[in-house]
């Protein structure tokens, strides 16, 4: 599957679990929740996948933990605010 219509498919996710929780939860009952709409849509999940660095001749041990891998491809690290702030804009 092309990354685009994965990322398609984790953007509608991405709605319907704002939607159904709203927002002010912690992030690990987001992702779990993105990681279940996900699975239902028919995509890979794994959930807190460890990434590897190099760093020069070094493989570190542990680069960074990923929240969400799908399809192999696209990596979805999930943020939770309390609120969230309203954003000023200007029309040209």
């Given amino acids: 599957m092309h990354e685009n219509a994965i990322a398609t498919k984790v953007l509608d996710a991405a709605f319907i679990v704002h939607s159904e929780l709203g927002s002010g939860l912690l992030e690990s009952v ?9 699975t239902q849509a028919g995509l890979f999940v794994q959930r807190q996948l460890p990434i590897h660095v190099r760093y020069k001749e070094a493989k570190l041990e542990l680069g960074f933990r990923a929240d969400l891998v799908i399809e ?4 979805i690290e999930v943020k939770a605010v309390e ?10």
């Fill in 30 to 38: 987001y992702e779990s929740a993105m990681e279940w709409e996900l």
């Fill in 72 to 75: 192999r491809t696209v990596i």
């Fill in 83 to 92: 609120a969230v702030p309203a954003v000023a804009y200007r029309v040209l």
